[in-house]
């Protein structure tokens, strides 16, 4: 009866390591996220830490977007202006 508990916590610390594992704010934060509701929830696979990741990917989603259309967005307008 242990077991499944014991690799639904060993997936989301997976997920949180690989999180952790990149150097940037962005990365740093969202791991502390996710690992502030594992704690909370005891290293149980519930529907608050679900819901931390996915909002958690959401959000990095979204900055990741909107960075990408403003370089985009810079891009253009110097070659633009260069015409």
Same mark, same amino acid.
């Given at each position: 009866?242990?077991?499944?508990?014991?690799?639904?916590?060993?997936?989301?610390?997976?997920?949180?390591?690989? !999180?952790?594992?990149?150097?940037?704010?962005? *990365?740093?934060?969202?791991? +502390?996220?996710?690992?502030? =509701? &594992? @704690?909370?929830?005891?290293?149980?696979?519930?529907?608050?830490?679900?819901?931390? !990741?996915?909002?958690?990917?959401?959000?990095? *989603?979204?900055?990741?977007? +909107?960075?990408?259309?403003? =370089? &985009? @967005?810079?891009?253009?307008?110097?070659?633009?202006?260069?015409?």
């Amino acid at each position: 009866m242990n077991e499944p508990n014991t690799r639904s916590k060993a997936v989301v610390e997976a997920t949180n390591y690989l !999180i952790n594992r990149q150097k940037t704010r962005t *990365g740093q934060v969202a791991g +502390a996220v996710v690992g502030k =509701v &594992l @704690d909370q929830e005891g290293g149980k696979l519930t529907g608050r830490v679900v819901v931390a !990741i996915l909002v958690v990917l959401a959000v990095v *989603g979204i900055a990741f977007v +909107a960075y990408r259309l403003l =370089v &985009l @967005d810079l891009i253009l307008t110097v070659i633009r202006e260069q015409n």
